[in-house]
């Protein structure tokens, strides 16, 4: 592959909301986007194994000479990236980096918060770990004094099944924001802790208050990036700059497509690739 593209992997396609916010904000940028779709989903895996199934996609898109790495995935960042940021990478690829969607929502968090109190939406996989409550209390301890979270099993499937305006996804959406509300009554923040929410967006808003604000991470994550690159000049310049687009799956490409062009809004022509 010429280039040298933005790597952006999850374990399937919810990454790709926040692929679409990464292009409309840095437009001239080459991405390369990873799904590994044969073994998704990842939320009910292991430790041990996303970490294991995260490490290969991030040196296959080394192999792609990505020299920056978006983990797009909650669950990838949750149970992998701390791991291969301090213990694989000084071996591996010291002068790369790879990056995730969670302190990013966390820095946010910290800067709008108004009360302190903070909710969670996320997978059982992604909750289970406590990233964002230990990650919350790490970079934003000062400013968040207590945090919730509720798992939402179903909200994934209602997507990727294409489900999202129908009355199951309605009932399901409801009930979980009804049941992190009653977690804490007084929450002004809520966090979407997986990058398949936003297209549930119009449902999730019709039954959170108008006065809580609702973070996206694929728009936090490029304003982050942006603020990245503008301190490490060094890395900007290693990226190619071509504004091309390429997806690839460890499934069947005409299934990705598909589903993808749901995801990114626009058509998607995918390459099924193995690690």
């Known amino acids: 592959m010429t280039g040298s593209p933005i790597g952006v992997f999850d374990s399937g396609y919810g990454g790709l909301t926040v692929l679409k916010e990464l292009v409309k904000h840095l437009p001239e940028y080459d991405f390369l986007y990873l799904g590994d779709n044969a073994r998704t989903p990842y939320g009910t895996r292991s430790f041990r194994v996303v970490y294991e199934y995260t490490l290969q996609a991030v040196k296959y898109l080394f ?57 969670v939406l996320g997978t059982p996989g992604t909750v289970l770990s406590e990233s964002y409550p230990i ?28 489900e999202i305006e129908n009355e199951g996804a309605a009932y399901f959406v409801k009930k ?54 503008q301190r490490h000049p060094g890395m900007d310049t290693r990226i190619s700059k071509t504004g091309k687009l390429r997806f690839q799956t460890t499934e069947s490409a005409d299934n990705f497509n598909d589903k993808a062009t749901l995801f990114l809004g626009q058509p998607v022509s995918s390459e099924t690739i193995h690690f």
Not at 135 to 159: F, I, M, R, Y
């Open 135 to 162: 990650e919350l209390q790490k970079w934003a301890g000062g400013t968040v004094k207590s945090t919730v979270q509720e798992a939402c099993p179903l909200w994934v499937p209602l997507v990727e099944n294409n």
């Open 63 to 119: 192999a792609q000479n990505c020299p920056l790495i978006i983990i797009a995935c909650n669950t990838a960042s949750a149970k992998a990236l701390r791991n291969i940021q301090q213990l694989d990478l000084p071996g591996l690829a010291p002068d790369r980096r790879v990056l995730g969607v969670i302190r990013p929502s966390v820095e946010k968090v910290a800067e709008i918060t108004r009360n302190g109190r903070v909710g």
């Open 176 to 229: 979980n924001i009804q049941n992190i509300f009653l977690k804490d009554k007084d929450l002004d923040t809520l966090i979407l802790g997986c990058t398949h929410y936003p297209l549930l967006i119009e449902q999730i808003t019709r039954y959170v208050p108008s006065h809580v604000q609702i973070l996206e991470q694929g728009k936090i994550v490029a304003e982050k990036l942006i603020d990245y690159l």
